[in-house]
């Protein structure tokens, strides 16, 4: 996969575009002064993970004996689930109701922008193919920067763009991610199948 795509397919992942509603809502409560370092701080908090799954994620996979199909058709299945939820959303959300007061961690930084199927693509990356890290850290950082300038422009893209746009946009991206997670899924099958004959 080339560093282009992998980049891609994690700004995917992160959906910031879906994810703009949920952090205005959870950030209203908050000062306007505040809103934006808390914005930084949870954007920041989320690379660091993923940063982490990235580098560490191939020793988490050796310690539990996992094999890199199983995470490969893991990460599909999660990819597939969240594609599903980006389609047809439920009323309370992706990842339902959030807690009062300011967040921390939870939800913006985890699950939001470093969730389980991105924590999996990473872990991914950096279990396929160890030699090109580099890459992988680029393809990341260009990932999460591309969803931050979106989150950080949130309010502005909200009455620019307006809810219907957003909407249709969470959905073409969820159908994409779809696809990607079918091809996931399908590649991780047949490399099991290879090994196993």
Same mark, same amino acid.
């Not at 950030?27 to 370092?37: A, G």
């Not at 908090?45 to 004996?65: D, N, S």
């Not at 599909?76 to 959030?98: A, N, Q, R, V, Y």
């Given at each position: 996969?080339e560093?282009?795509?992998?980049a891609?397919?994690l700004?995917?992942?992160?959906?910031?575009?879906?994810?703009?509603?949920?952090?205005l809502s959870?950030?209203?409560?908050?000062?306007?002064? #505040? &809103?934006?370092v /808390?914005?930084?701080?949870?954007l920041? !908090?989320? %690379?660091?993970?993923? @940063?982490?799954f990235?580098?560490?994620?191939?020793?988490v996979?050796?310690a539990m004996?996992? #094999? &890199?199909?199983? /995470?490969?058709?893991?990460?599909?299945? !999660?990819? %597939?689930l969240?594609g @599903?939820?980006m389609?047809?959303?439920?009323?309370?959300?992706?990842?339902?109701?959030?807690?009062?007061?300011?967040p921390?961690?939870?939800?913006?930084a985890?699950p939001?922008?470093?969730?389980?199927?991105?924590?999996?693509?990473?872990?991914?990356?950096g279990?396929?193919?160890?030699g090109?890290m580099?890459?992988?850290?680029?393809?990341?950082?260009?990932?999460w920067?591309?969803?931050?300038?979106?989150?950080?422009s949130?309010t502005?893209?909200?009455?620019?763009?307006?809810?219907?746009?957003?909407?249709?946009?969470e959905?073409?991206?969820?159908?994409?991610?779809?696809a990607?997670s079918?091809?996931?899924?399908?590649?991780g099958?047949?490399?099991?199948?290879?090994?196993?004959?």
């Amino acid at each position: 996969m080339e560093t282009v795509s992998a980049a891609l397919l994690l700004f995917l992942i992160m959906d910031p575009l879906g994810n703009i509603p949920v952090f205005l809502s959870l950030l209203k409560p908050l000062p306007k002064t #505040r &809103q934006r370092v /808390v914005l930084v701080r949870e954007l920041l !908090i989320a %690379f660091f993970v993923l @940063l982490g799954f990235l580098w560490g994620g191939k020793y988490v996979l050796e310690a539990m004996h996992l #094999r &890199q199909e199983s /995470v490969s058709i893991a990460g599909g299945i !999660i990819l %597939f689930l969240i594609g @599903l939820k980006m389609i047809f959303p439920s009323p309370e959300g992706m990842f339902g109701e959030g807690e009062g007061g300011e967040p921390f961690i939870v939800p913006m930084a985890i699950p939001m922008v470093a969730g389980p199927s991105a924590m999996a693509a990473v872990m991914l990356f950096g279990s396929q193919d160890p030699g090109r890290m580099g890459d992988w850290t680029l393809a990341l950082a260009l990932a999460w920067f591309g969803t931050a300038l979106i989150l950080l422009s949130a309010t502005y893209l909200y009455k620019v763009l307006g809810t219907r746009v957003l909407v249709a946009l969470e959905r073409l991206m969820g159908m994409l991610l779809v696809a990607i997670s079918v091809q996931m899924l399908m590649d991780g099958i047949r490399a099991y199948l290879n090994s196993a004959s």
